[in-house]
């Protein structure tokens, strides 16, 4: 799962979640005003908690 961050000056949304990073791209496609120069954007990957979980510990050598 994606989320999609749109930030605006002071303004961040957070918009979602989507399947694939396709379909958030979509999305900021019809979002955004054509020339919004100004607005960044990410696509966030959504993690679960036992993956997160799991993949700290593999990190730190805990079994």
């Not at 989507?18 to 959504?46: C, F, K, N, S």
């Amino acid at each position: 799962m994606y989320l999609l961050t749109i930030r605006d000056g002071l303004q961040t949304r957070h918009i979602g979640p989507y399947a694939t990073t396709q379909d958030a791209a979509d999305q900021l496609d019809r979002l955004l005003p054509d020339g919004a120069e100004r607005v960044h954007w990410q696509i966030h990957e959504l993690e679960s908690p036992a993956d997160l979980i799991a993949s700290r510990r593999a990190a730190v050598g805990v079994a």
